[in-house]
């Protein structure tokens, strides 16, 4: 697998043609759209007081605003300057100077005032602190004083009583490692993080579909390809610089075909900044676009392939790449017998698109020798998640689309580095190359010099559900070690979350800024760490981007802002090693940076080579060009494996809309804009279709509240072109009303897409106290969201 090589980046496409402008006239006037140079003006002024060293991260450091990845200004894909304002809008976290004393220490209620955004803007953590229960105001600690509490406590508790997580905030691969075998080494499996909150059911699914887990392909084979498809992905608005690849396509007749259940404005139109003829003209994106039903996408891709047996009954051939399937596949008579049980009716209703129009992408499809399919959240948050993403690759198994130039299966992660988690280990369900099956135990065990805990961990759902056990319960959490992360806005039913993050005795909070989660009480203490950012660690780090490129991102000197008592993660977490097992700390122990990777390219096997990233624009990518190369996948017979899945049940009651959360201008929780530069939603803005919104007779603007049993959401209503039944929300505005403790079954990822039912605001205003509060809410009661 992966001889072929990547070869570098091109030139895109030259030419004009007028035929993808959106408008003839210059700059967007008049079309609501981002203003690029006004924002980057913004940030030039906002980090002022450390211009020389936000360049040089800009021009020297590998970006940490999302996971398409580039090491400076220069990427893998195309030739010329690569920046967005993604990558601007984070600059001020790494150059910006401590908390204002008189400010971090106020009262607690005064700074729970502030919203995360303005916590934000208050600057850096200066110093470690603690907050006692009872406590009013955060205190000043030693780094020593802050790390005898934590490792006194782990002392004193059952390894099963305390857990570890990591975001995915400019984390660096040699920190996720470090963190991975030290929580190992201190006995505990509790170990989760961010990118698989976002992206397991893909892991999972690509493993037991092709034995890979991650994507197969590039972003270079996005040019050229027939048909790139993308499948609830607003790649646009998450990676923009990856608009420019998506022109770079159409120039070379790529057709580019947008399923979501949102006409999504940023996937319709762009103006790419740094291509003159689309930054005056606009570029329109999507070629077509399938509004579906959220949760629909199973039964869609039912049909797609339905059709194509149909076309096969015609003519042997014209659907199917037999040659592909009987060399390279599996369970070809199963998932045919699966797809022909499904009835047309059953597929349009739960897809919510046409026949009609299910046949033409399935034979446009079926025509095309190539294709890419790129997903991101849409797919990948419900609790069939896995089962979405087999079914995506079952349509690629029955093409051949895999293993070659133009063609592959791209899960299209968000933020930058989230793809070395896994592989690092940093999660419950695997170790560093590889699972949890013994030969790989012994493996690791070897590698490592101690034993592992053998106990299956829990993922941060279940965990943060463990927080609220009896006291005397073996697997109640009592301690919780964040390395970032803000569960309040990330997570499902944040009434929950506050209350389970309450309940700990002890919560800590390694850092580079406070954010709401980190004002929560704590029954003991909460402790804050000071983290280096990625460019200030020693010896530097690296990063993993979603195409399976590894890139070095050197130490930057010259932070006039710099954070004195900041630590580099992975240091802090062998200290707390050296407090906790003084006699073996060793093990876990590196003399630096350098150390970590060496041993990292012995403990998994694909990243032999990320020992000789050294300087500033090294960069390898594991695996080759293409996984699964040739249709030989890396599973036992080094075949696919088809696998049938049923159309999900919805259990939508009648009169209830399935509800999405979606982001804004936003880093993940980190809002960047209160207005939605592509669409002008505000952030309680409802995205509802206008004929369900007069149905209820709600007018464009109006106030409205969308509730079911989990919560009430009062916003206003905005006229979208979404599909009837379905309404959008911001995340994580709208967590209030998605549940906790629903998760799709194989990969543990939580349930983000719920019903809910929708009403005028006045009407529910003037009927609550009769009508709502206190009835339940029985047609949505026994909904299993
Ligand atoms: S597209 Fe992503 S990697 Fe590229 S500059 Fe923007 S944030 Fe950074």
């Not at 092709?210 to 050229?224: E, F, H, M, P, Q």
């Not at 505005?733 to 194989?746: F, K, R, T």
């Amino acid at each position: 697998m992966g001889q072929t090589k990547h070869t570098g980046p091109i030139k895109l496409p030259k030419g004009i043609q007028p035929k993808f402008w959106v408008s003839p006239i210059p700059f967007g006037l008049g079309k609501v759209k981002p203003k690029h140079i006004r924002d980057t003006m913004k940030v030039v002024w906002e980090n002022k007081d450390n211009l020389s060293y936000a360049k040089n991260i800009i021009t020297k450091g590998v970006c940490d605003g999302c996971a398409l990845g580039v090491s400076g200004l220069y990427d893998q894909t195309l030739t010329g300057p690569h920046l967005c304002t993604t990558r601007l809008n984070v600059l001020r976290l790494n150059t910006m100077p401590a908390i204002k004393e008189e400010i971090l220490h106020s009262d607690i209620d005064e700074l729970r005032k502030l919203s995360s955004t303005e916590l934000r803007k208050l600057g850096r953590i200066p110093y470690p602190l603690i907050r006692r229960a009872g406590e009013r105001k955060f205190s000043r600690i030693s780094w020593d004083e802050a790390m005898d509490i934590i490792a006194g406590k782990m002392k004193k508790l059952d390894p099963k009583q305390y857990a570890f997580y990591l975001t995915s905030r400019g984390i660096t691969n040699e920190t996720y490692y470090v963190a991975a075998k030290v929580a190992r080494f201190l006995g505990t499996n509790h170990l989760d993080n961010a990118s698989r909150i976002c992206h397991s059911p893909s892991k999972t699914a690509l493993n037991r579909s092709l034995g890979v887990g991650a994507s197969t392909c590039n972003y270079k084979d996005w040019i050229g390809t027939d048909v790139l498809l993308f499948w609830g992905s607003v790649a646009s608005n998450s990676s923009p610089v990856s608009t420019k690849y998506m022109l770079a396509a159409k120039k070379k007749g790529t057709k580019i075909i947008v399923i979501n259940p949102y006409r999504e404005p940023a996937m319709d139109k762009y103006w790419i900044p740094s291509v003159p003829e689309s930054a005056l003209f606009g570029t329109k994106i999507a070629d077509d676009f399938y509004q579906i039903n959220i949760g629909g996408d199973i039964a869609f891709m039912h049909g797609i392939m339905k059709h194509w047996f149909e076309m096969e009954e015609k003519e042997y051939g014209s659907a199917i790449n037999h040659e592909f399937v009987q060399a390279h596949v599996n369970g070809y008579e199963e998932l045919k017998a699966k797809v022909q049980e499904q009835s047309w009716d059953a597929i349009v209703q739960s897809s919510g698109v046409a026949k009609e129009r299910i046949i033409e992408l399935s034979e446009l499809l079926a025509k095309s020798k190539n294709a890419v399919f790129a997903w991101a959240l849409g797919l990948t948050m419900h609790s069939f998640a896995t089962d979405n993403i087999s079914q995506v690759a079952n349509l690629a198994l029955l093409r051949g689309f895999i293993g070659r130039k133009n063609n592959g299966l791209m899960p299209f992660r968000g933020h930058s580095s989230v793809q070395g988690t896994g592989e690092m280990g940093a999660d419950p369900f695997v170790l560093p190359g590889g699972g949890w099956d013994k030969k790989n135990v012994e493996r690791i065990e070897k590698l490592w010099g101690f034993e592992l805990p053998k106990w299956q961990g829990d993922i941060v759902g279940v965990s943060l559900e463990n927080a609220m056990l009896p006291d005397d319960h073996e697997r109640k959490l009592k301690l919780y070690y964040l390395s970032g992360g803000n569960f309040l806005e990330t997570m499902p039913n944040p009434k929950f979350v506050e209350k389970a993050l309450a309940n700990l005795d002890i919560r800590i909070h390694q850092d580079i800024i406070l954010n709401t989660s980190t004002l929560v009480d704590a029954k003991e203490a909460v402790i804050v760490l000071p983290a280096k950012t990625r460019y200030e660690q020693e010896g530097g780090g690296t990063s993993t981007s979603t195409e399976r490129m590894v890139y070095f991102s050197p130490e930057i000197e010259g932070n006039k802002n710099r954070i004195k008592e900041a630590r580099a993660e992975w240091k802090i977490y062998i200290d707390l090693a050296k407090r906790v097992k003084p006699d073996t700390a060793h093990l876990v122990d590196f003399k630096d940076a350098q150390a970590i990777r060496e041993e990292i390219a012995k403990a998994n096997p694909n990243y032999d080579g990320i020992q000789y990233l050294k300087k500033q624009g090294d960069v390898f990518q594991w695996g080759g060009a293409w996984l699964c190369e040739d249709g030989i996948c890396p599973t036992p017979d080094g075949k696919g494996n088809l696998i049938p899945v049923d159309i999900p049940s919805l259990d939508k009651p009648d009169g209830t809309f399935y509800i999405t959360t979606r982001r804004g201008k936003q880093f993940n929780s980190m809002v960047f804009k209160e207005v939605d530069p592509f669409n002008d939603a505000e952030r309680y803005d409802v995205l509802i279709n206008p004929e369900d919104a007069k149905r209820l007779n709600i007018l464009d603007g109006e106030g409205i509240v969308v509730y079911n049993e989990h919560g009430t959401f009062q916003g206003k209503a905005r006229y979208a072109e979404i599909t009837k039944g379905n309404i959008g929300l911001h995340f994580p505005e709208g967590n209030v009303l998605i549940p906790q403790g629903i998760y799709d079954g194989p990969s543990g990822i939580p349930q983000y897409s719920v019903a809910a039912k929708v009403e005028k605001a006045e009407r529910y205003l003037a009927e609550k106290d009769t009508k709502y509060l206190e009835k339940r809410i029985d047609d949505l009661e026994d909904t299993p969201a």
